[in-house]
């Protein structure tokens, strides 16, 4: 009976995750242009995707601006039907409605999934004469306002870990914002700019061509093993920024909770959890079911660090 049972299961998997593949191709809709974190975690999805629901395509579409706000303040003009799908992250949502300067509210926002994580990083490129954390710090002190660190957008997770960063080793260093991390590399590749406030996803995606100083990790990353935690150089940093899939609010609350559900089987598949490790991308799985709760959380967190960082005055 036992046996039964388990090949019952077997021959019954391939089913139940048919049932949550949409009938027709989805529209996955990037706030930031291609190249940096998103739009990889948004091909890897892509790839998988297609693998267990080859019936239908994933169209990926950009339109990146106000460091993501711009595709946020027009996401619930898209059709509520559960093929049109928007690339979301924290805290970039909380922060920016707080700062005042886009088009949307943090509850215009309606998150269905948020599906990885990925660590702060300090990043200088290979060529730069900082070797350490402390390296870096002892110029910024020495010269304040002279070095000069790029970050993907205005009031985001890479602009509140700068100011974090300053504020904690009591340095003035320059934050300088990009449209996405895609744009950022360029300037940091270039030394036009003196390091970056990115993520452990950018460090990896650009080892050989960039120096990763400290990551804000509880322990280690095992693809840049030589590169300290801020907790092992004394401070107790550990954050990052949130990825996930958001929809307009018009779409029903079965075509959100299907969504979450393949969104999630999508982040248990053996090929994403190998493309995820490979970019760096720590892997969550908020759904549905969590999402009132997490947000609730997320969102008194990031308005309490706002405050800090004077957003909105």
């Known amino acids: 009976m036992n046996k039964l049972v388990a090949l019952l299961t077997i021959v019954a998997a ?36 297609k693998k267990n629901c080859p019936a239908i ?5 950009y339109k990146p601006g106000a460091g993501g706000g711009l595709m946020w303040a027009q996401m619930n003009q898209l059709p509520g039907d559960g093929l049109d799908v928007v ?7 909380v922060f920016q409605p707080i700062e005042g300067q886009v088009q949307y509210k943090t509850d215009d ?6 599906f990885h994580y990925t660590p702060d990083a300090l990043v200088v490129r290979e060529e730069s004469p900082f070797k350490t954390l402390q390296d870096f710090v002892k110029a910024a002190q020495s010269d304040p306002g002279k070095l000069s660190l790029g970050g993907s957008g205005q009031n985001s997770a890479n602009h509140a ?12 260093t320059t934050y300088v914002p990009f449209k996405g991390t895609g744009d950022m590399t360029t300037s940091v590749l270039g030394g036009h700019v003196d390091g970056a406030m990115s993520y452990t996803a950018f460090a990896i995606n650009n080892k050989g061509k960039v120096r990763a100083l400290a ?6 990353h095992p693809l840049l093993p030589d590169t300290p935690t801020f907790r092992e150089l004394g401070v107790d940093w550990v954050d990052g920024a949130y990825r996930g899939i958001g929809v307009p609010k018009s779409t029903p609350a079965g075509a959100k909770k299907r969504l979450s559900d393949l969104w ?26 969590q999402m009132d709760a997490f947000m609730k959380d997320k969102i008194q967190l990031y308005t309490e660090g706002a405050k800090r960082l004077n957003l909105g005055k």
């Open 109 to 114: 926002v309606t998150p269905v999934f948020w």
């Open 215 to 220: 990551v804000a990790m509880d322990k280690r």
């Open 57 to 61: 395509d994933t169209v990926i579409q």
């Open 264 to 289: 999630a089987k999508l982040n248990n598949d053996p090929e994403m959890k190998e493309l995820a490790a490979k970019s760096g991308f720590e892997l969550v799985n908020i759904g549905s079911d």
């Open 14 to 49: 391939p089913a139940v995750l048919a049932q949550a593949c949409p009938d027709k191709n989805i529209t996955y809709w990037q706030a930031f242009p291609p190249g940096g974190e998103s739009d990889i975690s948004a091909r890897h999805q892509q790839v998988v995707l």
């Open 161 to 172: 870990a700068h100011e974090r960063l300053d504020a904690t080793f009591g340095v003035k």
């Open 87 to 93: 690339g979301i992250n924290l805290p970039h949502i």
